[in-house]
């Protein structure tokens, strides 16, 4: 069974700059999360999906970060314009359903560095 | 609202020894799930173990095993007869029973490592 997968690994961009970042959960998985992992620091969720439609973004920083999941499936984070203080891992999660419990899969996360 | 707090930032232990770490936490759910996540250098995070609140039974999977004290709200990792492989950065994190609060609520990690 293929995991989740991320894309790109690694980004470097100077601040200001626009960056996204794409997610493909394991096929047949409802919910989908973005956490960021600042360098030292535990994983915070950004945005968590069911199906595409939004359950929490309590925490995503509005007036410069957006995600979508069209379809269901894909889903993609934008950042714009960005900051230093956005250097972090951007990992992406996926489970088969909003149940808790469910053992929650992640890819290997997206790097990003702002110069 | 949770919080889960590690207060190991660093353990060392030598190969084939037995490591205990340790997380305390604090929820308002009334039923919640804890768990363990291992992080190698890679950034991926792995699923070592997992405990359901209402459960008394502490849960073991081959060397991990842990320490579920519900009233004190600690929930220990013990990795016995550890390797190499064990080196990474673990993660405690709780997460609730109900949709929309099954998200996970990690704690700052300890850098674990193994000394051959």
């Known amino acids: 069974e293929a995991g989740v997968a991320q894309s790109p690994r690694y980004k470097i961009i100077e601040k200001r700059q626009s960056v996204a970042f794409w997610c493909n959960p394991i096929s047949g998985h409802a919910t989908l999360y973005w956490y960021q992992q600042i360098l030292g620091q535990g994983p915070k969720l950004l945005i968590q999906f069911q199906n595409n439609g939004v359950v929490d973004d309590s925490q995503l920083p509005k007036d410069r970060f957006s995600a979508e999941r069209l379809k269901g499936v894909d889903s993609t984070l934008k950042i714009q314009p960005a900051k230093l203080e956005d250097s972090a891992v951007y990992l992406c999660?996926?489970?088969?359903?909003?149940?808790?419990?469910?053992?929650?899969?992640f890819g290997e996360g997206s790097w990003l560095t702002v110069v | 609202a949770q919080t889960v707090t590690q207060s190991q930032p660093e353990m060392s232990v030598q190969e084939a020894e037995t490591v205990t770490l340790s997380c305390t936490y604090d929820?308002?759910?009334?039923?919640?799930?804890l768990f363990w996540y291992k992080q190698p250098p890679s950034r991926q995070m792995i699923l070592v173990i997992r405990q359901e609140a209402y459960k008394q039974q502490n849960a073991t999977e081959n060397r991990f095993s842990v320490n579920f004290q519900k009233a004190a709200k600690s929930f220990s990792l013990k990795i016995s007869d550890s390797q190499l492989g064990d080196t990474a950065m673990y993660f405690c994190a709780s997460g609730g029973i109900t949709f929309g609060n099954e998200k996970l609520t990690f704690g700052t990690g300890t850098r674990l490592t193994i000394i051959p």
């Open positions: 999660a996926s489970s088969s359903t909003g149940r808790g419990g469910n053992t929650i899969y």
């Open positions: 929820t308002s759910e009334s039923n919640y799930y």
